[in-house]
Structures are given as C-alpha cells and as structure tokens.
Nanobody
Framework: QVHVVESGGGLVQAGESLRLSCAAS????????MGWYRQGPDKERALVAH???????NYADSVKGRFTISRDNAKNTMYLQMNSLSPEDTAVYYC??????????WGQGTQVTVSS
C-alpha cells in the first residue's frame, strides 16, 4: 500500500503561480512513475503531466511551457510548478503513483482556483 498526499492548492489570480506537492510513502519511491491529473467542473479527469522513474516528463498540450513536473527522491515528493495560471486551470488536482508492479494509487486531491 502506498499513501499519497497532495498539498499546495489554493486561490490565486490569473497570471500568478502555484507549486503543488505530492508526497508518497514507500522505500521504492525512486522507482515509481508519477503523474498529475486534474478534474474541472463538469469535466472528466485528465492527465496534466507525467514523470517516469528516470525523470522523463511529458505534458498535456494545454500546459506545455507553463507547468513543470519534477521529483525529489530524497524527500519522496513530486512537484508541479504552475506558472501563468488562467481560470481554465481551475480544477481539483490529483497525484497518481504507479509502482513497478503496475499498481496505481491516488491521493485525495487539492483544489486549485484561478480567478480572472
């Protein structure tokens, strides 16, 4: 079992920045693949960014150039730096952990609200 906890959400104005954090338990954190997903009002949950155990990253087109995913294996934590936020980024942001065995674990989500 992997325990996943997101933090860092909040209310910001358009153009501002936020950094989300995702802490995950387990001694094999460096082997996890991890991703950020978001679910806006009346929308399905969608991938925002993904990072592999070897730090390979990919992004949804809508956030390329604005968001950066990273990880600190020494702290068992993944981050999502979000710059130039717009109201369209308003959503609950979820962290997903995938273990080497292919098991998926989700956090409870953190709300990001961007006002215009």
């Amino acid at each position: 079992q992997v325990h996943v906890v997101e933090s860092g959400g909040g209310l910001v104005q358009a153009g501002e920045s936020l950094r989300l954090s995702c802490a995950a338990s387990g001694s094999r954190f460096s082997l996890y693949a991890m991703g950020w997903y978001r679910q806006g009002p009346d929308k399905e949950r969608a991938l925002v960014a993904h990072i592999t155990s070897r730090d390979g990253a990919n992004y949804a087109d809508s956030v390329k150039g604005r968001f950066t995913i990273s990880r600190d294996n020494a702290k068992n934590t993944m981050y999502l730096q979000m710059n130039s936020l717009s109201p369209e980024d308003t959503a609950v942001y979820y962290c997903k952990v995938t273990t080497p065995l292919g098991l998926n674990y989700w956090g409870q989500g953190t709300q990001v609200t961007v006002s215009s």
